[in-house]
């Protein structure tokens, strides 16, 4: 199944004062969110944080020495092409984080497989069941009661940021779907 990639990033800027820490953490993303227009990819930002700096000296009260902003955004709906993309430039725009977020494949995708699943399970057990009932010189079989359980699971392929291009895992992550069906079946004597 063709999966969806997101991404977590989040980026600080540090300042004097909570406005020059503010406009530090703006400057650092004036590129970074341009990039992303460029890509077309799709990004949420996440609350803007700011918070003092302090610096704590043995016998001494703390001492207030800046602020420091912070932002976290969220890169999603991304194939795997622009994820490898992602991964390989993100680290470019120097952000203090970096992680995949999730990868999960698209309901569209879900539901297609989900629909070959059950065809192809459902197939085979009739061939089976046809079979059987021939061995046993038995007539009209039909479903009585059909039963299913599909479960998937999206399995993200762990990794770190580096900072080069060859370090990108080249890996697809996965998105699978396993489908338990149990058919029951009803026939008849051929007379």
């Not at 700096?53 to 955004?73: A, D």
Request: glycine fraction near 6%; hydrophobic fraction near 40%.
């Amino acid at each position: 199944m063709a999966s969806e990639y997101s991404v977590n990033m989040q980026f600080k800027g540090e300042g004097a004062t909570q406005a020059k820490a503010t406009e530090s953490l703006a400057l650092v993303l004036l590129d970074f969110e341009a990039w992303i227009k460029s890509q077309s990819l799709n990004m949420t930002a996440g609350m803007a944080n700011v918070s003092g700096v302090y610096q704590y000296r043995q016998n001494e009260t703390r001492k207030l020495t800046g602020y420091e902003s912070s932002q976290e955004f969220t890169v999603s709906q991304m194939n795997f092409t622009d994820y490898q993309l992602l991964m390989s430039q993100g680290p470019l725009f120097k952000p203090d984080g970096m992680q995949l977020a999730g990868v999960v494949a698209s309901q569209a995708d879900k539901a297609l497989a989900r629909t070959t699943l059950i065809e192809g399970a459902f197939k085979l057990a009739k061939q089976k069941a046809e079979a059987m009932a021939k061995a046993a010189g038995l007539c009209e079989l039909s479903v009585l009661e059909m039963l299913e359980n599909v479960q998937d699971h999206a399995r993200p392929r762990m990794m770190q940021m580096a900072m080069s291009a060859e370090s990108v895992h080249q890996t697809e992550s996965k998105q699978t779907m396993d489908l338990e069906l149990n058919v029951t079946w009803n026939a008849y004597n051929c007379d």
